[in-house]
Structures are given as structure tokens and as C-alpha cells.
């Protein structure tokens, strides 16, 4: 069974900076890739930022130049640095995982992390 959990979230000021962290455990012999999506009040989850296990990072245009995404495929984690917050980016921030497991490859998730920008 592999887990994801997420941390970093919270409450903060537009402009203000926050890290979101996802570490993996479990089976898993590859990643194949991980990142982010979010669903904000009353809209679907979108994509935020992915990034493969050789470091290929894709963002979504929203978030491009304020995010950075980055991988450590030993820890198995990935790390989200926010900065430039705006209060659309309010949502919860999900955690995701393509991986190779002894079963096979799967998709995996986080139950998320609240992030919260103040105006």
C-alpha cells in the first residue's frame, strides 16, 4: 500500500510565500512522476504542476513563474515552493503519484492540504 502524505499548508497573506511537502512510502520500486493539483470552493481540481522522476517540471499558466516544483526520487518526495500568493489560490492542494509497485503502476493521492490567502 502506498501512502502519500502532504504538509506545509495555512493561512497567508497575499504575496506571502508557503512549501508544500508530499513524501511517499510504501512498495514502490519507480516513480514515474509526481505533482500537484488543487480544488478550489466550488470549482473542479485542476492541475497545478507536475514533474517527471528525471526533473521535467510542467506548470499550469496560472502559476507559472510563482511555483516551483522539485522531486528528491531517493526520499521519494516533492516539494511545491509557492511564492507571490494571490487569494485565487486559495484550495486544497493535493498530492500526486505515478509509480511502478510490485502490482503494477498506479495512480496515487494525498488527502490534501488546505491553503488559505488573506487579501
Known amino acids: 500500500q502506498v501512502q502519500l502524505v502532504e504538509s506545509g499548508g495555512g493561512l497567508v497573506q497575499s504575496g506571502g510565500s508557503l512549501r508544500l511537502s508530499c513524501a511517499a512510502s510504501?512498495?514502490?520500486?519507480?516513480?514515474?512522476?509526481m505533482g500537484w493539483y488543487r480544488r478550489a470552493p466550488g470549482k473542479q481540481r485542476e492541475l497545478v504542476a507536475t514533474?517527471?522522476?528525471?526533473?521535467?517540471?510542467v506548470y499550469a499558466d496560472s502559476v507559472k513563474g510563482r511555483f516551483t516544483l522539485s522531486i528528491d526520487n531517493y526520499k521519494i518526495t516533492t516539494t511545491l515552493q509557492i511564492n507571490s500568493l494571490k487569494p485565487e489560490d486559495t484550495a486544497v492542494y493535493y498530492c500526486?503519484?505515478?509509480?511502478?509497485?510490485?502490482?503494477?503502476?498506479?495512480?496515487?493521492w494525498g488527502q490534501g492540504t488546505q491553503v488559505t490567502v488573506s487579501s
Open positions: 500526486s503519484e505515478e509509480a511502478k509497485t510490485p502490482g503494477g503502476d498506479h495512480d496515487y
Open positions: 510504501g512498495r514502490i520500486n519507480s516513480v514515474y512522476r
Open positions: 514533474i517527471t522522476s528525471a526533473g521535467d517540471a
